[in-house]
């Protein structure tokens, strides 16, 4: 009997963290409003934008973020078709980008943006690498 309420105790406690782990990952980018006003405190900080830019970009942000949510939404059974809608939500938003910001901040944009994705493809290759061994550990 011991051992079944051991059992039990554990299982309610694995099954717990689980949901809750879960629970996690689903909320991990908030609401499109808190992205955008994220987004947009992140952009006010790294170029420099004035109050005037601040609104605009604010606004755009905050567009966008809603239009992704509705496209993710959509899509969500078909990965490549959300792949290209997001693409092409992208490409509008740095169009609509470019008329708000300086060339000199969209320049920074794009290098703080290249530098990011950069990043992200490094990660993404340590993560590729595990559990992979190399020619020379496997003799």
Do not use: C, H
């Amino acid at each position: 009997m011991k051992k079944i309420v051991n059992l039990s105790f554990i299982f309610l406690l694995v099954a717990g963290s689980m949901a809750w782990a879960q629970q996690g990952r689903g909320s991990r980018g908030g609401n499109p409003e808190e992205r955008a006003e994220k987004l947009t405190a992140s952009m006010t900080e790294m170029l420099d934008l004035n109050e005037s830019q601040q609104t605009e970009v604010g606004d755009l942000n905050l567009k966008f973020a809603m239009k992704m949510k509705e496209t993710f939404e959509e899509n969500k059974e078909d990965r490549a078709a959300m792949r290209e809608a997001m693409k092409s939500l992208n490409q509008e938003r740095e169009t609509e980008l470019a008329s708000v910001l300086t060339d000199e901040q969209m320049q920074l944009y794009d290098e703080k943006k290249a530098e990011m994705m950069q990043r992200g493809r490094d990660r993404r290759g340590d993560r590729k690498g595990r559990g992979k061994k190399d020619s020379a550990s496997q003799e």
